[in-house]
Nanobody, 127 residues
Framework: EVQLVESGGGLVQAGGSLRLSCAAS????????IGWFRQAPGKEREAVSC????????YYADSVKGRFTISSDIAKNTVYLQMHSLKPEDTAVYYC????????????????????WGQGTQVTVSS
């Protein structure tokens, strides 16, 4: 059974940093993709970033480019989302997700491409 467990959320002041973790189990962590999404109250779910192990590709939403960095630790079966220069508009529940199939730059941001989801972790950025 595939399981994704997020951690690392919390309350931080604007300009601060957080690192989210997505611990994965139940699938081979040597050829995979993991995406991060977020959803703020009253808003639609938004793609944030994705890591694909196929060629170590990374993808980012324009709203987080230059501030967020996605990385992977195969030994720990964990994908991280390092977030810097946080803004109040980054406040949301953050989810990690994994697809059964492949992702590329034309599909990584589509939530319908993902088959497994974590339970989410709350990130709150105060002004």
């Amino acid at each position: 059974e595939v399981q994704l467990v997020e951690s690392g959320g919390g309350l931080v002041q604007a300009g601060g940093s957080l690192r989210l973790s997505c611990a994965a189990s139940g699938f081979t962590f040597d050829d995979y993709a993991i995406g991060w999404f977020r959803q703020a109250p009253g808003k639609e779910r938004e793609a944030v970033s994705c890591f694909s192990s196929t060629d170590s590709s990374t993808y980012y939403a324009d709203s987080v480019k230059g501030r967020f960095t996605i990385s992977s630790d195969i030994a720990k079966n964990t994908v991280y989302l390092q977030m810097h220069s946080l803004k109040p508009e980054d406040t949301a529940v953050y989810y990690c997700a994994a697809p059964i199939g492949w992702l590329d730059d034309s599909t990584w941001y589509d939530a319908e491409e993902y088959d497994y989801w974590g339970q989410g972790t709350q990130v709150t950025v105060s002004s």
